[in-house]
């Protein structure tokens, strides 16, 4: 997603337009018969209203506006001075304004044309009221009318973006009309209150609207403002607060050694993000992801990774004046009036679209929220939260800048749904504590405080030849703990492995295209985008080298160079690290790595499944026995 500014000098082009609208709105509405109290079919009349003479009369000794009026006036005009503005930039961006003439399209090309002008006209609406909220927000706090004035919305119009805006702006003064009584409060909340309907409704639409990714595509701020918008979400990005967080460091987790590298080596890749360029050359090198996962037993570490990884991120963002922003998934994402799931999961996605900022976005418990949407009883929200995550993950919607990660963190990576698992590029095992040391010092880690408040309190003998805490210290790379993957573990996968090496040479691009084809052959669901994900594995390997310490000792260090120096630097340093394995031995790795997870997590949801039909056919027994006995 690009970041878009909007001018003063872009808005003044829409100046006359966006007046004419306010000082008159003319609409084709039906006409009602007899006492008003039915209307006749077919029968319509033009009429009009003008917002400007409406507001104008709220104190009829007074032929000038008040400020509380002007302020509302132009909040409404500027709103569609907005509006306009970027349903004219969507118009270009999706190729609308290439149609000199619709008279000689085919019938596709006519579809298309009025689909994107319908989607054109949503726009205009929904941006206009976006900013008549914004501008009105500090206005509505003490109006006591904002909750017991009736406003409706009569009528939408979406076939092209000047009709929308005259039936916009006709209903808006239509309501203003019908309520006023002398009462600069009462005008705030009938234009606030009808733009919050007319939002909804238009909201209400977008699900339908086509090529919308020309408008989601983008994220406009106007200059000198905190307006900001971000495709059809409601998410105000610029005043979105970070979450708190309990504070940990690294050195205070036991074990989970790789996990622990992938993470401190991840929190310095994001701060390498270029604020101008608004890009990683992490992202253009490979060695960073949008998404990743972090699985394992219940207790080993994944809450703990989450705040080590937010405090290390804080504290680097803070030394170096860069903003960060701490987003947790909140645990009422899945709501169950309909439509409030799809709606909380996008609200809290769009932050995440934010160039402005480094971002850490974790989901801890997530086979709650990203569960296997084949399962039984899953609910109608869940379905529609991962619906939206799946969209905002990967196609038009998802935009990787690298400067915001999403972390799943799970204990049942077999419950996560397929597509959910099929979008994250990079995953790690906790496991926490695994041997002797481990838990020597994650006992230490515990007594340690005891023996701190009363020195001899705890009075046990030490380990013969152990420093605790002597093997915890940080990797340079994960060659120095990496299994042996030349050849695969999981029996299935071993069995994909092995029938294609005897005709193929390790070392050749044919032998790959083979493999993936053999594991096809035995998992269907394995598809190119986990050839993808196994390519981002193999680069994220290749650039897995630490960064110096003193590039983040000061912001002139590295992160305030130019993208070209930074690129430069990364590049140098890469080629210090390319040594001892070949590209053909990383790539077999990372792959044979990736399909044992694919596998595992496979063989997990198997028994899982078996595990529940065993279950069903004992209490289908127990209940038989149960009848037999009272006969």
């Known amino acids: 997603m690009s970041s878009v500014p909007i001018t003063e000098k872009d808005l003044r082009d829409y100046l006359k337009e966006a007046q004419t609208f306010i000082e008159s709105a003319r609409w084709r509405v039906a006409i009602a018969q007899g006492n008003g109290s039915y209307v006749v079919s077919g029968q319509t009349q033009v009429k009009e209203v003008s917002l400007t003479k409406l507001v104008q009369t709220i104190d009829s000794e007074d032929e000038l506006y008040t400020t509380t009026e002007l302020h509302v006036l132009r909040a409404v005009r500027r709103g569609i001075q907005i509006g306009y503005h970027i349903e004219k930039d969507y118009r270009k961006r999706s190729g609308v304004y290439n149609i000199d003439s619709t008279v000689d399209l085919h019938d596709d090309q006519l579809k298309e044309f009025n689909e994107k002008t319908q989607t054109a006209a949503a726009i205009v609406q929904f941006v206009a009221m976006r900013y008549v909220l914004f501008e009105l927000n500090n206005l509505i706090s003490n109006n006591t009318f904002t909750k017991t004035l009736s406003v409706s919305v009569d009528e939408v119009n979406a076939s ?78 610029a005043n979105a607060t970070s979450v708190e967080f309990n504070r940990l460091k690294f050195s205070q987790i036991v074990g989970n050694r790789d996990a622990k590298h992938f993470m401190r080596m991840d929190v310095k890749r994001r701060v390498c993000y270029d604020f101008t360029e608004q890009k990683n050359p992490f992202l253009e090198l490979g060695g960073v992801s949008p998404v990743v996962m972090g699985y394992g037993k219940p207790g080993t570490g994944k809450s703990m990774l989450i705040a080590a990884y937010a405090t290390m991120l804080h504290d680097l963002c803070e030394h170096l004046d860069i903003p ?153 790379s994960l060659a120095e703990i990496s299994e042996d993957y030349n050849h695969p573990s999981e029996p299935k996968i071993r069995e994909a492995f092995y029938s294609v090496t005897d005709d193929h040479d390790l070392n050749s691009h044919e032998f790959f295209a083979r493999y993936f084809m053999a594991v096809m052959k035995l998992f269907p669901l394995f598809s190119s985008r986990d050839v993808r994900n196994i390519q981002s594995a193999v680069n994220m390997r290749i650039m897995d080298f630490d960064l110096p310490d003193e590039w983040f000792e000061s912001p002139d260090a590295f992160v305030s160079k130019d993208y070209k120096t930074k690129m430069e630097m990364i590049l140098e340093l890469r080629k210090a690290n390319m040594k001892g394995l070949s590209f053909a031995e990383i790539r077999l790795q990372e792959t044979n790595r990736y399909l044992d997870n694919v596998a595992r997590i496979a063989d997990a949801e198997f028994k899982r499944a078996v595990e529940e039909g065993v279950k069903r056919q004992r209490i289908q027994q127990s209940v038989m026995q149960a009848i037999d006995v009272q006969r």
Not at 185 to 201: G, H, P, S, T, W
């Open 324 to 476: 960060f922003f701490f987003h947790p998934l909140p645990d009422n994402i899945v709501d169950s009036f309909q439509g409030n799931s799809a709606k909380n999961m996008l609200n809290w996605m769009m932050p995440l679209q934010d160039p402005t900022r480094l971002t850490w976005a974790p989901i801890d418990d997530a086979e709650n929220i990203l569960e296997n949407r084949l399962h039984q009883g899953v609910s109608e929200g869940v379905k529609a939260a991962i619906g939206v995550f799946l969209r905002y993950t990967e196609g038009a919607y998802a935009i990787n800048r690298g400067n915001s990660i999403i972390g799943i963190f799970t204990n049942l990576p077999e419950n996560i749904d397929p597509a959910v698992l099929s979008r994250i590029q990079s995953r790690f095992s906790i496991d926490g504590a695994e041997s002797r040391e481990d838990f020597l010092d994650q006992d230490q880690l515990w007594w340690s405080k005891l023996e701190k408040s009363e020195p001899g309190f705890v009075n046990m003998k030490d380990p013969d030849g152990y420093e605790y805490q002597s093997t915890q210290g940080e990797l340079d």
């Open 160 to 237: 092209q973006p000047t009709r929308s805006l005259q039936c916009m702006m006709y209903y808006l003064g239509k309501n203003v009309e019908q309520s006023m009584d002398g009462s600069d409060d009462k005008l705030v909340a009938i234009v606030y209150r009808y733009a919050e309907k007319l939002q909804q409704e238009i909201l209400n639409r977008a699900g339908s609207l086509k090529y919308v990714e020309f408008f989601a595509d983008v994220t406009y701020q106007l200059e000198e403002s905190d307006f900001v918008i971000s495709g059809f979400a409601l998410v105000d990005l």
